[in-house]
Each structure stands twice: as C-alpha cells, then as structure tokens.
C-alpha cells in the first residue's frame, strides 16, 4: 500500500479491510492505554482481556460482514491552561480497537501524501520537531510578519459531509467509509442521555487525529503549499501541528491577502479562525529596529506548542535568534496542580512523595527544558521545592523541618536542572540534511 501511495498519487485503494485482521485488532489492543478510563460499556482494558481471543474473533467476524455497530462516545471535560473546559469523548473499548486497526490500515497510505510541514500525530514526528523547524525557519528564512493561527473548535466543527469526500480521493473501499460514517454519526452520551452529532469528531478518538490531519491535507496543507508556490512572490514559511499553525511571511501585503482568502477557504469547509487567537504580528530579525524606528515597543510575542517566541540577539555578535520560554499561564497551572497534589500526600512517607516528585520533574523537563528557558525552569523547580517545604513543615506540630534538614532532601529526590534539548538548527539539519 505504501509503495502504491507513493508512487500514483492518483490510486484510489479498493480493497482494504482484509488488513483489518484479527491479528491487527489484537496488536491495536495491545497498542491501547491499560489504565484508561472506559466508554459508556464501561469496559476496561484489563476486564476485556478475559477470553481476549474469543472476543477478537467474534469482533473481527462483526466488522467484515456488516454487524459491527459504533456505540456513542462518553462525554467529559477536562481544564485548559486558561481556565476553559475541554469537551473529550472517550470511545468504547471496542471502538478503540477497531479505530485503531483501520487508522494503521489509512496511515500508511496518507503518510505518503501529507506535507512536510505538518507534524501533529503522525509517526516519527513531535511538538519538538514542529518547534524545531519554526525556529530554524524564522531565523535561517527572510521572514518579517508571522501569522498566529488557531481554528475555532476545529475538531467540533468538521464536516460530515466533506470528511467523506475527502477519504474517497484515496479510498474506494465502501466497508472503511461505512466504518468512519459510523464513528462520526455515533453520538455523545451526557449524564445518560445520548444526542446526535451531526459535525465534528470527538476529542479523545483514537481515530480522530488521523481524520483531522485528513481534513486540513486537503482544507489548509494543499491549498497553502499551492499559493506559496504560485502567488507568493517573498519567502513564506508554515508550520501546522493539528488545528495549530504559525505562517512567516516577507510581505505585508501577502501576508494580508494570504489571511484574507484563508478565512475564506476556511468558510468554505465549515471552520473559521479563532479571533482573539489570530494575530498578524510583525517578527523577525529585522522587527524590533523597525518599532524603534517608529517609536513604538518591544516586538510583540506569540504562543506555539507550550512556549512563547519572542525576538532577541546573541550576546558576542548581536546575531538575531528565537528565544522560548514556557508560557506563564502553563507554568502556572503546572505549579497549580502539583502543589494540590503535594497537599493530597502532606502525611505520605518522604519517600513516597520523593519519587512521585522526581518523575514529574524529569517529564516536565523532558519538554520544556530547551535552550534558552532556563529562568522558566529554574522557577518551576524552586516554586515546587518551596511548595513541598511548606507540605512538610505544616504536617509537623511539635518539630517542624527547616531548611538546613531539607536540603539534603532536595539533593536527595529534585533533580537539578539540564537542557535536555539540543538547539533547533542542529535537531533539524541532522533530521532533514537537505
């Protein structure tokens, strides 16, 4: 199938749920998260691996000849980092399986056709890849206006309709259709009470990614490509994880028109750009003379992927670059969150809470500790050390920890902090040598 894809760009697939084997469901059962909350059945991972291979057979003989019905995701919310609640849908077990199995069976053809520029759940590529090339597009690129892009609800507001026209560029295989219009059309369950959903996909999907970077292949990536190529007359630069992208421009002017005809390409598909998170802002090396010029600020800043961009300058030869640091609002609520927890675990041995402590702060350094966002680290990891300070402290009546008892224990179970990046030209150069 890849072979084919790559080569006739053209080959609509016929045949393809025969891949869709009881082997494939029990590799993409495997492939599922064991602690994940269940769906509306309500099933486990570890409840269905009783007589898991009598289960996968009887599911693989429902999905070939027709029997195999879709059960509506259940509804929960979950915080954003500004406050907000995000709607999730979390699919039946079975669901998962089957989304699973044919998501495999469709990536392998449409990771052949998807540009270079988009990065959101894909194979061998990460948030990190995306901020690598933004960076190294910015700085190594004549770029002097960047456009700060969010589709508004985008994964609530896909077509239906448009969804399936799209998959039947590449599939003629009427099962899979059949399969992905009963995902869509499956419905939500709130409280017990089911409604139908006549757009969208649901967060949380195990299949939702891969039809939403289907969606904007066709609706953005393509479109995108073809006027940076045919109506551009300056450098433009685009990078896209899921329903979020940034757009570096050499022109006003084309940066003006491009955003224009996006708002219209997008109405044309039903979504539309968020309008207090889209924003024209002037950025590049060439931006913070020019605002001085005209006796105006700083360059302003944009958020990408958990990190805030801002302009500066090498510190020997004054050289421009891309500085990122964490977004406040994210560090934050980190901070937020951990110390509720500390609270939760105040007469949990020291041990105990050492170790649960150590791992959260490998893994959030393990992303946010790029070149450049040490003073965003460095406060991350005192505001926990003084937090946990503070737990210890309050669970003693009679004789309370000081400090000189509580370094060794930071020594002990905080690790210090380390870049554990590289910088975002020697990333990228050593991924794509061209």
Known sequence: M?????????????SLLHHVTTKALQDSYFALKKLAA?????????????????RLKELHERVHSGAYRAQPSRRVYIPKPDGQLRPLGIAALEDK??????GEVLSAIYEEDFLGFSYGF??????????????????????????DADIQGFFDTISHKWMLRFLEHRIADKRILRLVSKWLRAGVSKDGEWSRTEVGTPQGAVISPLLANIYLHYVLDQWAHHWRRNYASGDIIITRYADDFVMGFQHHTEAIRFLAELKARLNQFGLALHPEKTRLIEFGRFAADNRRKRGEGKPETFDFLGFTHLCAKTRNRGWFLVRRKTVKKRLRAALKRI??????????????????LRRVVLGYYRYHAVPGNCEAMRTFREDLIRNWYKVLR????????????????????????????PHPNQRFYAKHPR
Request: hydrophobic letters at 40%.
């Open 2 to 14: 890849r072979k084919v894809a790559r080569e006739d760009k053209d080959a609509r697939f016929t």
């Open 339 to 356: 110390k509720t927890a500390l609270r939760g675990r105040m007469h949990d041995p020291i041990s105990e809470v050492g170790d649960w």
């Open 394 to 421: 309050r669970r003693g009546q009679k004789r309370r920890i000081n400090w000189q008892a509580f370094s060794p224990i930071v020594s002990l179970w905080i690790p210090t902090l380390k870049v554990m990046h």
């Open 122 to 147: 894909r194979p061998g590529r990460g948030a990190h890849d995306a901020l690598d090339a933004l960076v190294v597009g910015l700085t190594r690129r004549k770029v002097n206006w960047v456009l």
């Open 97 to 102: 399986i089957v989304q699973h199995a044919v």
């Open 38 to 54: 269940p769906g509306v059945d309500g099933v486990t991972w570890m409840q269905y691996q009783e007589n898991l291979p009598g």
